[in-house]
């Protein structure tokens, strides 16, 4: 027991008078400290480096790629009380044919829209752009910008697709205006797994614009799934409305007057 006591008088008087000690043992112990979170800083951000180049992956993006869609489409429309439906399908096709950078110096890439005709020639329908940032892909065509993905993106995530439109603006579809974006809520990532495309396993996500959201007097839903290194594989919106409250079970297909129903399907890409 005095061994003890006695060593631990000799602790106790250097620590109370050998401040060049104390001042070594700091610097010590800050080192050691400061070099613990360099390394933890490190890791964290060579994590979230590769989290961003994975999320990249949903879309690739390069001059010369396409993507070739199977789409199905119905519309209908109120014609002087006459409810005009009118069922579209056909095959389109878009690619990127060039970049430049906008006026923030953000890299922009120029996609054309083209028809398949029945001579299997290709007609082109407009040109527009995906706005490539390392946080986000905004995607803007007639004129309204809807920001697609965000990055990293994985299973969970929520953004506001509308951030860069007026929510509350009408859009004609088949000559009726319709407040198409009016109360969406977040988009967001519902899944995330392996699945088959072309008869190989990849890996996909699943993307919910707007739930199915179900009213007597109107109907809105739209979803997309993307796989990596392919970009987008299926988009599915609907947007119904009508005043025939009378029948409020009747099936959408028998009831609205106006609005649309589209199914997207890739068929092929490079």
Sequence with gaps: MDA?????????????????????????????????????????????????????????????????????????????????????????????????????????????KEKKNPNQTWSILRVYSLTFLPDQLIRTEDNVALVDLVFPINEGRRWDTRVYIDSDANYLIRGKAITIFKDWPDTYVSDEYDGAFEGATAHMIDIIDVEPDNNIILYKSSQRTYAKDIGMIRKEQAFFTTQRTDFPDLPWEDKAEIGFKTVQTLVEYK
Aim: aromatic content about 12%; some cysteine.
């Design 4 to 112: 003890v006591f006695n060593l631990n008088k000799i602790n106790l008087h250097i620590l109370k008078h050998d401040h060049k000690f104390i001042l070594l043992l700091c610097l010590i112990l800050g080192t050691v400290l400061s070099s613990c979170e360099k390394e933890y800083d490190t890791d964290a951000g060579e994590k979230y480096k590769q989290q961003l180049k994975e999320s990249y992956r949903y879309y690739p993006l390069g001059i010369g790629r396409s993507w070739t869609y199977s789409i199905d489409s119905i519309y209908y429309s109120d014609n002087l009380g006459t409810i005009e439906v009118d069922t579209v399908s056909g095959v389109y096709r878009e690619t990127l044919v060039d970049t430049f950078r906008n006026d923030n110096r953000q890299l922009v890439y120029r996609c054309l």
